[in-house]
C-alpha cells in the first residue's frame, strides 16, 4: 500500500506559476502510473494529467496543454505539476492518486489534497 502526500499548493495572482509535489511513503511509486485531479468548489473532480510508471508516457487534459507539465522522479519517489500561467479557472484542491494498474483511468490510492487559488 502506498501513501501519497501532496504539497507545493498556495494563493497566487493570475500567470504566475506553481509546482505541485506528490510524495510516496509505503511503497515504490515506479510500481504506479500516477494521476492529478483537481476538484473546485461546487463541481466535481476533475481529472487534469497522468504519467506512465516509467515516465514514458503522459496525458493532459486539453485546458492544461501547454501549460502543465507532469514529470516523475522515481528515485526521489515522487511525482510533480508544474502549472505554468495560471488563471483562476485552476482554482481548486489538487489531488494525486496511484494506479496499481498502470491505467490511467482507475486509480486506488489518493492524496489528501493541496489548495492551489489563483487570484485575479
Known amino acids: 500500500q502506498v501513501r501519497l502526500v501532496e504539497s507545493g499548493g498556495g494563493l497566487v495572482q493570475v500567470g504566475v506559476s506553481l509546482r505541485l509535489s506528490c510524495a510516496a511513503s509505503g511503497s515504490t511509486l515506479s510500481n504506479y502510473a500516477v494521476g492529478w485531479f483537481r476538484q473546485a468548489p461546487g463541481k466535481e473532480r476533475e481529472f487534469v494529467s497522468a504519467i506512465s510508471r516509467s515516465g514514458g508516457s503522459t496525458y493532459y487534459i486539453e485546458d492544461v496543454k501547454g501549460r502543465f507539465t507532469i514529470s516523475r522522479d522515481n528515485a526521489k519517489n515522487t511525482v510533480s505539476l508544474q502549472m505554468n500561467s495560471l488563471e483562476p479557472a485552476d482554482t481548486a484542491v489538487y489531488y494525486c492518486?496511484?494506479?496499481?494498474?498502470?491505467?490511467?483511468?482507475?486509480?486506488?490510492?489518493w492524496g489528501q489534497g493541496t489548495q492551489v487559488t489563483v487570484s485575479s
Open positions: 492518486a496511484a494506479s496499481t494498474t498502470g491505467s490511467f483511468v482507475d486509480y486506488d490510492y
